[in-house]
């Protein structure tokens, strides 16, 4: 349908509703010759009489009696989406969709989420968890305004990525492990050790999958997740090793660093490249990008 429908459907509603063509051009604010000549458009688009002259007034004609209440409840629906579109945008009151990795939501999230509310307290927070590509897509299609993950999405013409901070990862080994006593290991030395392993499509599993090569070596899965907890848990259990980001001491594991390869990723904020924030998603944007890397520290 022509891209003009919709206010060709408000001027045939008020005309239908008052009857009149002079009437509905007051109340609509437009004069009666243009009103006049937007229901002979409507008339000429749909190929139907709408109205039949009865006296000074006007009438509905059958199709016009079809057609009104589909178009009262169209643009009843369209006032209400308006509505609310302009409530999400309201720099007081307004709504921000924010994701993050899983792996950010124990502390990360909760320190980010009390510092904005302390100066934003009505703006409402839609969160989104979800693992490091759902994030990018979501991000890229406009259902989440920005998202905290790793890697940055530095090739990507979609995307728009800023580092914020660096996160360490150490190798979770089973308590009375060999290496359960360094102070320091090689990645290389647990090459033929099973490994618990994000899933694919975590941003982690890429990650830890770089750094294994990076050492000479193909991690062996021997269980693939989606929960940090779930992986430390299983090494505490003697299924396997794992590279995890550091935490609260866990029953049976201990975390030892990493001294080769590097075991550090980059965690930072992703939002659309050519998006328009509204006033609540600019201003929570803006905080992440002034207090995220303290907030993203485990010291915080």
Not at 2 to 7: L, R
Not at 101 to 116: A, D, K, M, Q
Not at 207 to 225: H, I, M
Request: net charge neutral.
């Amino acid at each position: 349908m022509h891209e003009s429908f919709a206010p060709a459907l408000y001027r045939f509603v008020a005309v239908a509703q008052e009857g009149h063509l002079t009437r509905a051009a007051e109340r609509i604010g437009v004069g009666q010759p243009t009103l006049s000549r937007a229901v002979a458009r409507l008339e000429d688009e749909i190929g139907v009489a709408l109205f039949q002259r009865v006296g000074r007034g006007l009438r509905l004609t059958r199709a016009g009696r079809i057609l009104l209440p589909r178009a009262e409840t169209a643009l009843a629906e369209l006032s209400t989406a308006a509505a609310e579109l302009a409530g999400d945008a309201d720099p007081h009151t307004g709504r921000v969709a924010f994701g993050f990795l899983g792996t950010l939501g124990p502390e990360v999230v909760p320190r980010i989420l009390r510092g904005f509310r302390d100066r934003h307290p009505r703006v409402r927070i839609e969160l989104v968890q979800n693992r490091h590509a759902v994030l990018l897509d979501r991000v890229r299609a406009g259902s989440v305004d920005l998202a905290l993950t790793s890697p940055m999405p530095d090739d990507d013409p979609d995307l728009v990525g800023t580092a914020l901070a660096e996160e360490e990862l150490r190798l979770g080994v089973p308590a009375g492990h060999r290496l359960a006593t360094r102070t320091g290991v090689d990645l290389a030395e647990v090459a033929d050790e099973p490994f618990l392993l994000f899933a694919r499509g975590y941003g982690l599993r890429g990650t830890v999958e770089a750094w294994c090569a990076t050492a000479g070596f193909r991690p062996r899965a021997a269980f693939e997740g989606g929960e940090t907890g779930t992986l430390r848990g299983l090494v505490g259990a003697g299924l396997g090793v794992a590279l995890l980001p550091v935490g609260p001491d866990a029953p049976g594991v201990v975390q030892v660093p990493v001294r080769s390869p590097r075991t550090v990723r980059t965690l930072g904020m992703v939002h659309a490249a050519h998006d328009r924030p509204t006033p609540p998603v600019r201003d929570l944007r803006a905080f992440v990008l002034e207090h995220g890397a303290r907030l993203l520290a485990h010291d915080a």
